[in-house]
Protein backbone atom coordinates (compact mmCIF):
# COMPACT_ATOMS: atom_id res chain seq x y z
CA UNK A 1 0.00 0.00 0.00
CA UNK A 2 1.37 3.22 -1.28
CA UNK A 3 1.53 6.98 0.86
CA UNK A 4 -1.40 7.75 -1.41
CA UNK A 5 -3.44 4.71 -0.91
CA UNK A 6 -3.04 4.99 3.12
CA UNK A 7 -3.93 8.93 2.28
CA UNK A 8 -7.08 7.36 0.50
CA UNK A 9 -7.97 4.93 2.77
CA UNK A 10 -7.67 7.70 5.95
CA UNK A 11 -9.66 9.85 3.62
CA UNK A 12 -12.12 7.12 3.17
CA UNK A 13 -12.35 6.34 6.80
CA UNK A 14 -12.63 10.15 8.12
CA UNK A 15 -15.88 10.51 5.09
CA UNK A 16 -17.29 7.59 6.78
CA UNK A 17 -17.29 5.62 3.57
CA UNK A 18 -16.85 2.13 5.27
CA UNK A 19 -18.08 -1.09 4.97
CA UNK A 20 -17.95 -3.75 8.09
CA UNK A 21 -17.72 -7.06 7.05
CA UNK A 22 -20.12 -9.40 9.00
CA UNK A 23 -17.49 -11.85 9.91
CA UNK A 24 -15.09 -8.27 11.21
CA UNK A 25 -18.43 -7.58 13.47
CA UNK A 26 -19.11 -10.78 15.26
CA UNK A 27 -15.10 -11.16 15.96
CA UNK A 28 -15.28 -7.85 17.39
CA UNK A 29 -18.07 -8.20 19.70
CA UNK A 30 -17.05 -11.67 20.56
CA UNK A 31 -12.85 -9.98 21.06
CA UNK A 32 -14.69 -6.88 22.76
CA UNK A 33 -13.58 -4.40 20.47
CA UNK A 34 -15.51 -1.49 19.70
CA UNK A 35 -15.79 0.10 15.90
CA UNK A 36 -14.46 3.91 17.23
CA UNK A 37 -11.03 1.39 18.57
CA UNK A 38 -10.52 0.11 15.03
CA UNK A 39 -11.29 3.62 13.55
CA UNK A 40 -8.69 4.37 15.54
CA UNK A 41 -6.17 2.08 14.61
CA UNK A 42 -7.25 2.88 10.93
CA UNK A 43 -6.75 6.71 10.95
CA UNK A 44 -3.68 6.56 13.81
CA UNK A 45 -2.18 3.36 13.45
CA UNK A 46 0.95 2.16 11.39
CA UNK A 47 0.75 -0.03 8.75
CA UNK A 48 2.62 -3.29 9.44
CA UNK A 49 2.05 -5.73 6.77
CA UNK A 50 0.64 -5.29 2.88
CA UNK A 51 -1.02 -8.52 1.36
CA UNK A 52 -1.20 -6.91 -2.42
CA UNK A 53 -2.52 -10.59 -3.44
CA UNK A 54 -5.91 -10.48 -1.51
CA UNK A 55 -8.89 -10.49 -3.87
CA UNK A 56 -10.97 -8.47 -4.92
CA UNK A 57 -9.28 -5.66 -3.04
CA UNK A 58 -5.57 -5.61 -1.68
CA UNK A 59 -5.37 -5.19 2.28
CA UNK A 60 -3.39 -4.28 4.99
CA UNK A 61 -2.81 -4.63 8.64
CA UNK A 62 -2.58 -1.93 11.17
CA UNK A 63 -1.16 -1.43 14.77
CA UNK A 64 -2.33 1.10 16.88
CA UNK A 65 -2.39 0.68 20.77
CA UNK A 66 -6.06 2.04 22.17
CA UNK A 67 -6.75 2.72 25.55
CA UNK A 68 -3.16 0.70 25.98
CA UNK A 69 -4.05 -2.18 24.77
CA UNK A 70 -2.71 -3.41 21.07
CA UNK A 71 -5.23 -3.77 18.38
CA UNK A 72 -4.57 -5.11 14.93
CA UNK A 73 -7.26 -4.54 12.21
CA UNK A 74 -7.23 -5.39 8.88
CA UNK A 75 -8.45 -3.47 6.20
CA UNK A 76 -9.04 -3.26 2.25
CA UNK A 77 -9.64 -0.42 -0.03
CA UNK A 78 -11.37 -0.23 -3.07
CA UNK A 79 -9.50 2.45 -5.11
CA UNK A 80 -11.92 3.57 -7.33
CA UNK A 81 -14.92 3.96 -4.88
CA UNK A 82 -12.51 5.32 -2.11
CA UNK A 83 -14.36 2.27 -0.34
CA UNK A 84 -12.79 0.63 2.71
CA UNK A 85 -14.10 -3.02 3.67
CA UNK A 86 -13.17 -4.03 7.43
CA UNK A 87 -11.85 -7.66 7.57
CA UNK A 88 -11.44 -7.80 10.73
CA UNK A 89 -10.02 -6.97 14.18
CA UNK A 90 -8.00 -8.46 17.07
CA UNK A 91 -5.77 -8.36 19.77
CA UNK A 92 -2.63 -9.73 18.70
CA UNK A 93 -0.56 -12.72 20.45
CA UNK A 94 2.63 -13.29 21.96
CA UNK A 95 2.54 -16.77 20.56
CA UNK A 96 2.53 -15.09 17.11
CA UNK A 97 3.99 -12.02 17.77
CA UNK A 98 7.17 -10.61 19.20
CA UNK A 99 6.59 -8.12 21.58
CA UNK A 100 6.35 -4.98 19.42
CA UNK A 101 3.13 -6.40 17.82
CA UNK A 102 4.75 -5.73 14.27
CA UNK A 103 6.97 -8.42 13.72
CA UNK A 104 5.83 -12.16 13.32
CA UNK A 105 7.83 -14.58 15.44
CA UNK A 106 9.76 -16.74 13.17
CA UNK A 107 8.29 -20.86 13.48
Given at each position: M????M?????????????W?????Q?????DI??????????A???I????????????????????????????????A?????????????????S????????
Amino acid sequence: MTTQDMEMLRRAVRRGNIEWRKHALQRMAERDIPRSAVLEVLLAGERIEDYPADRPFPSGLFLAYVGGRPIHAVAALAKEAERVYIITAYEPSLDVFESDFKTRRKT
